[in-house]
């Protein structure tokens, strides 16, 4: 079956610093692959995706590239926020339109 | 486009009623609308799928009895947690899936329930 693998938090870093969350997947097909971001108390907010191999998806800084070689869709931002503190889910896309999330990975940034 | 509304954001309860959780998509119908639950520090589990005019499907450990799950419209489901107990306290999310031209059809998410069971 299907399933997504993150890199477990939480994730610290300063502001300004470069960020990496790794995320790889398994799947049948060809899966649509997602970053989603939760800030506290708030529901799932897409932050961006992309469809097929080899496609880069990117929104607010944020980046990934779907790598069918290596199964990967790591999330990068070249220089995080405070306002980036969150949780942030990579999740797989498959079929009619389930997802398949992985556990989150919580982004803590101090001043 | 494709904004997805829970209500209420917020309940409160004593144990043994019930608590209706509605979710709607509000410029777009949708295929089919899911329901989650999320605790904790925790990623989300799928509770159910459910499609307008059919019974939902519900995930393996799902108490169907317990969580009802009516999708009147295209554009309206509802999750009822019957006879609530404390252990039912917890974070619902729904999502809507609209068409979105290739095969798969993109979930969008409201904004989540706080249910807290006394």
Redesign the interface.
């Known amino acids: 079956g299907n399933s997504v693998t993150q890199m477990e938090g939480p994730v610290t870093l300063s502001e300004e610093a470069f960020l990496t969350i790794n995320c790889t997947y398994t799947a049948t097909g060809y ?2 692959l997602f970053w ?1 971001v939760q800030y506290p ?6 932050l961006l ?1 992309a ?1 097929k191999a080899d496609d880069k998806g990117s929104n607010k800084g944020f980046e990934a590239t779907y790598r069918k070689e290596t199964t990967s869709f790591h999330l990068e931002k070249g220089s995080v926020q405070v306002s980036d503190s969150a949780v942030y ?1 990579c999740a797989l ?5 389930t ?1 398949t ?4 990975t ?1 982004l803590l940034v101090s001043p | 486009g494709a904004v997805v509304s829970q209500h209420p954001s917020r309940v409160i309860c004593k144990s043994g009623t019930s608590v209706k959780i509605e979710c709607r998509s509000l410029d777009f119908q949708a295929t089919t609308m899911f329901w989650y639950r999320q605790f904790p520090k925790q990623s989300l589990m799928l509770m159910a799928t459910s499609n307008e005019g059919s019974k939902a499907t519900y995930e393996q450990g799902v108490e169907k009895d317990k969580f009802l799950i009516n999708h009147a419209s295209l554009t309206l489901s509802t999750l009822t947690v019957t006879s609530a107990h404390p252990e039912d306290s917890s974070f619902y999310i729904c999502s809507a899936a609209r068409p979105s031209g290739g095969s798969y059809n993109e979930q969008f998410f409201g904004p989540g329930t706080r249910l807290t069971v006394l």
Do not use: R, V
């Not at chain 1, 108390?41 to 897409?46: M, R």
């Not at chain 1, 896309?93 to 339109?97: L, R, T, V």
């Open positions: 899966p649509s989603y108390g708030e529901g799932l907010q897409l995706k469809t889910f896309g498959s079929g009619y339109s997802l999330f992985g556990k989150g919580m």
